[in-house]
């Protein structure tokens, strides 16, 4: 085997690429769907009940399928309402939506983990709702829904690679293809397996020291 | 949509709940074996087992499964693409599983373990008559959400060529041209297979509650 360096000139800038969608598509519908999921648990706790029904129904929907239907249905379905998506958004808006459902069973059993007694002593001390919200409510939940966070950020780290599937050109779709291409499948598939795994252990060891600061910060307060 | 393409959709997942079972209950005894191997007192077989865990769960199905199916025919085994892909999910869920069971094996009371040396039962015996009933109760809720997110993650498997749910839904859609309705029943046979399953973990739930303390 020779060192080719032709080969990281030919193949550099497209893994670089790959990679950087992979991040962009991970990151942005990560933190689409945690805001999507605060707000969908939000609402199921403090809306009307219609609306409570309705969000459950969303959310079931979406944890009982497969997140492949969800993006085949949004894909390909979607053109026959009118919805057509390139690629990119179409695997970020799924990806996002995916996320909020399970991100929004997070903050629901945040939300019910508080204590009773912190909202109790809230209204006696004359908070208003949003107050209450604002300033137990959350604060005490962030620290709660950490680990779980982190949890699900991994899996839609993981599951950015079904994202392939619908020609997303993310690391997936470009090292199979470059795999195919060199004759070299089954090593270029567990170089990836390698890669995710340690993207993986990374955001792992980052996710605890995240929570051993966050939760070191709110004792001390 | 007509009742003919539902009836195809309907005979295809039976295909996914076949390769589902069988993943989840070879990943169950896999996964047995593995976390035993991560709670030895060998540290080599624990590391191990670690690593074993740490990999299948850290990176994408969809990647282990291309891999595994490109592999087998590399070390000159030529198996249809099913065989592969029971391999792949068997692989993944026994690293979750595995991971389960180690907190329930952890769970056993050390004074049964004690007792039963006393009677003098042997290793084996304790393992199988002792720790691992207690084991699997106690993470038979964990088994419920493991079996539940294989039947999901079975979908993966249409990639590697297997005609399950998800790769009918998608051939009949290039045939027929209309993927909406046929996503959405597959996605509705999905809910309803779930829905069943969420259903009986429930009841043996129930049903295996005693000798558990609340």
Known sequence: MTFDINLIYSLGPTLLRATGVTLMVWLGATLVAIVLGFFVAFGRRYGPRALDAALRVYVEVIRGTPFLIQLFLLYYGGPFIGLVLD?????????????GAYFSEIFRAGFES?????????????????????????????????????????VLLKETAVLSVVTVPELTFQISAIGSEKYAFVEAMFLLACFYWGLVELCGTLGRAAEARFSRLRLTR | MTAQLFLLLVQACGWTVFISVISIVLGLLLGTVVSAAMLSSSRSLALAGRIFVSFFRGSPLLVQLLLIYNLLPMLGLNVPSMVAAIVGLSLCTAAYQAENLRGGFASVPAGLLEAADMLGLSPFQQFWRIRAPIALRMTLPALANESIMILKASSLVSVVGVVELTRM????????????????AAAFIYLVINGIVALGFKKAENSFRWGIKA
Request: charged share 10%; with cysteine.
């Open chain 2, 169 to 184: 839904a998608q051939d009949l859609s290039a045939s027929t041209f209309i993927p909406l309705p046929l996503f959405a």
């Open chain 1, 87 to 99: 690629p990119v958004p179409a695997g970020l808006i799924g990806l996002a939506i995916y996320g």
């Open chain 1, 114 to 154: 508080v204590p009773t007694g912190h909202i109790e002593a809230g209204v006696c001390l004359g908070l208003d709702q949003g107050q209450i919200v604002r300033r137990i409510l959350i604060p005490e939940m962030t620290t709660l829904v950490m680990p779980p966070i982190v949890n699900m950020m991994i």
